[in-house]
C-alpha cells in the first residue's frame, strides 16, 4: 500500500459528460501529479500541484482542470469527454522537496467513455 | 526534447533465465533514474532508484541496474526470474530539480514456465 488513494477506482461514463476524480495523497507529501496511462502514449504526465499551487503542467488538455485543496487532496476534472479520454488515470504524490525525491504512486482511476 | 527510450515493448523469458530491459534517456547534465513495477490491476510501485553514488543499485527482489552515464543508459537485469516478476516495467527520469518523472512507454515481462 503506497499510502495513496484514488476514488474511484473505476467509471463508466457517456461522451460528453463531466467526472471527478480524486486523490489524497501520503499523509505529509506535498506534492500532487496527475499522469494518464492509455495503450498508445504510454504514461503522460498532466499536471503538478505543490501545496496548493500550480507547479507544472505536462500534456493537460483544455477540457482537463484540477486543483489541490488546504487539506492537500486533489481532484482532477475532465469534461466534455470523448471516446479517446478513456485511460487509467494515476495520481502520485511525494514530500516536500529534494532533487529526485521519489514519487508513490496510486492504485488509479480506469475511466472508460462510451 | 526530454525523452526516455526503452527498446522493447515486450519480453518473453523463461523461468530461471536472465532477463534485462533496456532503457536509454536524452542527454542532460544531471538526471535521477527508476525503475518502476506495475503488477496486473495495480499502480506502479518503485523497484529502483539512482540518485548519486555507486552507479550500480539493487532492489530486495533481486533486480539490479546499472547508471552508465556516457551511454546515457540504465538497464535493469535480474540474473534469474521467476513467475511472479511478469509484469510491467517502466523506466523514468528526473531531468533537473523537482521536475515531475518522464516515463518511457514500459515494457511488458512476461515469464514463462
Known amino acids: 500500500d503506497s499510502g495513496v488513494t484514488q476514488t474511484p477506482k473505476h467509471l463508466i461514463t457517456a461522451t460528453g459528460q463531466r467526472v471527478t476524480l480524486r486523490c489524497s495523497p501520503r499523509?505529509?507529501?506535498?506534492?500532487v501529479y496527475w499522469y494518464q496511462q492509455s495503450l498508445d502514449q504510454g504514461l503522460q504526465f498532466l499536471i503538478q500541484?505543490?501545496?496548493?499551487?500550480?507547479?507544472a503542467k505536462g500534456n493537460i488538455l483544455e477540457r482537463f482542470s484540477a486543483q489541490q485543496f488546504p487539506d492537500l487532496h486533489s481532484e482532477l476534472n475532465l469534461s466534455s469527454l470523448e471516446l479517446g479520454d478513456s485511460a487509467l488515470y494515476f495520481c502520485?504524490?511525494?514530500?516536500?522537496?529534494?532533487?529526485?525525491?521519489?514519487?508513490?504512486f496510486g492504485q488509479g482511476t480506469r475511466l472508460t467513455v462510451v | 526534447a526530454q525523452s526516455v527510450t526503452q527498446l522493447d515493448s515486450q519480453v518473453p523469458v523463461f523461468e530461471e533465465a536472465p532477463v534485462e530491459l533496456r532503457c536509454n534517456y536524452s542527454?542532460?547534465?544531471?538526471?535521477?533514474l527508476f525503475w518502476y513495477v506495475q503488477y496486473p490491476n495495480q499502480g506502479l510501485q518503485l523497484l529502483l532508484k539512482?540518485?548519486?553514488?555507486?552507479?550500480l543499485v539493487e532492489s530486495i527482489n533481486g533486480f539490479e541496474a546499472e547508471f552508465n552515464k556516457s551511454q546515457t543508459s540504465f538497464h535493469l537485469r535480474k540474473p534469474s526470474v521467476h513467475i511472479s516478476d511478469t509484469a510491467e516495467y517502466f523506466c523514468?527520469?528526473?531531468?533537473?530539480?523537482?521536475?515531475?518523472?518522464?516515463f518511457g512507454k514500459g515494457t511488458r515481462l512476461s515469464v514463462i514456465a
Open positions: 502520485a504524490s511525494s514530500a516536500e522537496g529534494g532533487e529526485g525525491t521519489e514519487a508513490f
Open positions: 499523509s505529509g507529501d506535498l506534492s
Open positions: 523514468a527520469v528526473i531531468y533537473s530539480g523537482n521536475t515531475p518523472l518522464v
Open positions: 539512482y540518485l548519486s553514488g555507486s552507479t
Open positions: 500541484y505543490y501545496n496548493g499551487e500550480e507547479r
Open positions: 542527454s542532460s547534465v544531471s538526471v535521477y
